[in-house]
């Protein structure tokens, strides 16, 4: 008994540690514990409320390790955009690029921290939150299920504490604010940007993720999106489109003979590199989105890596064949469009059925590139093609390829799984009333900012650029000057 309880001390000891330690010391002494509490389980069978507890202390260490590694993996997708959009735009432009990337996750950070997250995830109707602002309230988080107490119920399933809960939530609330960046690139003010990002990040974004995610009335309806194809993508696509028409195409670009100008970016190594980021960091999206250490996590990275690699391989070819040479571009986005498109759905298919998904994004980004030109409506990133499209489409497929063996719940499988169009019909009433919703909303925003500030840059300046014009400084101070 002696020896029992002497244990004991130890295994509280080295959680104390634990709780003190980041980085690998913290796997270290996680893995070393995981040992200690294997052996003193032979030995200590007459404490087992103490056992318990310390196992229940250890998961929720380890999921809480596992969750901010997967934050961090997100937020570092802020680098990826950045140089992404950079090097798909004019070398004039890069510093303003660089400038919205960069200070667009700063804005998004406090506003969901003050109005978002409460908005998302507080107890109130299957419209919006209606507490929980400031991170404020009742919380006895990691507590689970019924044994929670507190006003972020919708986050009740997760065994983690709230700042984890937030900062994972937050990181996401940042990418959808990012993707607006790329369409309005290179005519758009500084400052209406900022602020259209905190608009959206503290309002039109939490509400539609209360409907999905925080227990709102499409969650009730059997609405799934399990890494948000439809809350992230999507919401920030129907952003960026509606910016992009109402602000108009950038001067040359497109002439009035029905001519198309080209306006190349000015450094594919740098958008290449930016792509790569992304890649890497969407293993932090998908599979951190469990929440909690579990054996899904290497599946769920599977899936969303076959599905990136098809749709860069869709993408290239399909361009090839459209333009004769395989375009560097319209690859990149082929494999971001590959991930945005299994994002929905990473829990529930099968490797196969993410291979066809990914395909098929990376086939529908080139044609919708095409088609938004032909349209006149100007995306120099192809934001709307990656994200819109196939936020859409990885949304829809969901009700398609959903696999109730993958689930282990018959009411979410696909139509290829049970030959049942209930998931689908539920999926693209989402689709609509978020396409809907989303559009009422960035509409308001946009011509709330034109009519107060002005949206759009002065043709001197879009022409000498937005580093100069809005910020004073180049990217490239002392190089060459050619036409750009």
């Not at 700042?163 to 369409?183: C, E, P, R, Y």
């Not at 196969?352 to 938004?372: D, K, P």
Request: proline share 2%; hydrophobic share 50%.
């Amino acid at each position: 008994m002696f020896k029992s309880k002497t244990t004991q001390k130890k295994v509280k000891l080295i959680i104390n540690k634990i709780k003190k330690s980041s980085g690998w010391q913290g796997c270290v002494l996680l893995s070393s514990i995981l040992l200690l509490s294997s052996s003193y389980a032979v030995y200590a069978q007459d404490t087992p409320v103490d056992l318990q507890k310390v196992t229940g202390e250890l998961k929720v260490g380890l999921d809480t390790l596992w969750v901010v590694l997967a934050s961090v993996l997100v937020i570092f997708m802020n680098a990826g955009f950045a140089m992404l959009e950079t090097g798909f735009c004019r070398r004039k432009n890069a510093v303003n690029m660089l400038s919205k990337n960069l200070m667009v996750f700063a804005v998004s950070t406090i506003a969901f921290w003050a109005i978002g997250f409460g908005l998302m995830f507080s107890d109130g109707n299957g419209f919006i939150g209606l507490q929980g602002f400031f991170l404020k309230g009742v919380d006895n988080s990691p507590a689970l299920g019924d044994a929670y107490e507190g006003v972020y119920n919708a986050l009740n399933w997760t065994g983690v504490p709230l700042s984890a809960k937030f900062l994972f939530q937050v990181a996401f609330a940042g990418t959808a604010a990012t993707i607006v960046s790329g369409a309005v690139a290179e005519r758009i003010k500084f400052i209406d940007f900022l602020l259209f990002a905190f608009f959206l990040v503290a309002i039109a974004y939490p509400m539609i993720g209360h409907w999905v995610w925080g227990g709102g009335w499409l969650q009730k309806a059997g609405f799934q999106d399990f890494a948000g194809s439809t809350v992230v993508h999507s919401v920030g696509g129907w952003c960026a489109l509606t910016g992009a028409i109402i602000l108009g195409a950038r001067l040359g670009k497109y002439q009035e003979d029905g001519s198309i100008i080209p306006l190349p970016g000015h450094n594919l190594s740098v958008a290449t590199l930016g792509c790569f980021i992304l890649w890497i960091g969407w293993f932090g999206f998908n599979p951190g989105s469990t929440m909690a250490v579990n054996d899904s996590i290497a599946n769920i990275a599977v899936v969303t890596n076959l599905a990136a690699a098809s749709g860069g391989i869709t993408g290239t070819v399909t361009s090839w064949i459209l333009a004769g040479k395989p375009d560097l571009s319209l690859s990149i986005n082929g494999i971001l469009s590959g991930l945005v498109a299994i994002t929905a759905g990473c829990s529930m298919v099968s490797n196969s059925s993410a291979i066809t998904i990914g395909a098929l994004a990376g086939i529908l980004v080139v044609f919708a590139v095409y088609l938004l030109d032909s349209l006149k409506i100007d995306d120099p990133v192809g934001a709307v093609s990656v994200h819109l499209v196939n936020g859409i489409w990885g949304t829809l497929a969901v009700g398609l390829f959903a696999d109730a063996t993958i689930t282990g719940n018959e009411k979410i499988a696909g139509l290829f799984s049970n030959g049942n169009f209930a998931l689908l019909g539920i999926q693209l009433l989402g689709v609509v009333t978020v396409g809907m919703t989303m559009i009422i909303l960035s509409v308001l925003f946009w011509n709330l900012l034109r009519v107060t500030l002005g949206l759009r840059v002065s043709p001197e300046e879009e022409y000498l650029g937005l580093d100069i014009g809005e910020h004073g400084m180049e990217a490239y101070n002392g190089f060459l000057e050619v036409d750009n």
